[in-house]
């Protein structure tokens, strides 16, 4: 089981990311423009300071993904959102419809 800490940082992470997705996507567009005059080039220097006056947890690729129930950060099977922990006790369980064990 994770820390609560742990667990509560990563939604911190998860709202921040989304908060400033837009301003993002707009600050990088202008990064990656590809016209080369004066004013792209002013603009680009400003874009590229913007970028980096955000707050760094606001970048999407600092989330991790997490186990929804124990907060594991490791073995996270994305199809489920839990850990592979987590997964084979709820499915030999029979917690989760259609999956059972594999025999051969």
Not at 14 to 40: F, G, P
């Given at each position: 089981?994770?820390?609560?800490?742990?667990?509560?940082?990563?939604r911190?992470?998860i709202?921040?990311?989304?908060?400033?997705?837009?301003?993002?996507?707009?600050?990088?567009?202008?990064?990656?423009?590809?016209?080369?005059?004066?004013?792209?080039?002013?603009?680009k220097?400003?874009?590229m300071?913007?970028?980096?006056?955000l707050?760094?947890?606001?970048?999407k690729?600092r989330?991790?993904?997490?186990?929804?129930?124990?907060?594991?950060?490791?073995?996270y099977?994305?199809?489920?959102?839990?850990?592979?922990?987590?997964?084979?006790e709820?499915?030999?369980?029979?917690?989760?419809?259609?999956?059972?064990?594999?025999?051969?």
């Amino acid at each position: 089981m994770a820390k609560e800490s742990m667990k509560a940082r990563e939604r911190k992470r998860i709202k921040m990311a989304a908060r400033y997705a837009e301003k993002r996507a707009e600050l990088t567009k202008i990064l990656k423009s590809t016209d080369q005059s004066d004013e792209v080039v002013d603009a680009k220097w400003d874009a590229m300071i913007a970028l980096q006056k955000l707050p760094a947890n606001s970048a999407k690729v600092r989330v991790h993904n997490r186990c929804g129930l124990t907060g594991r950060p490791r073995g996270y099977m994305r199809n489920f959102g839990i850990s592979r922990v987590t997964f084979r006790e709820m499915a030999l369980a029979g917690k989760i419809p259609g999956v059972k064990k594999a025999s051969w």
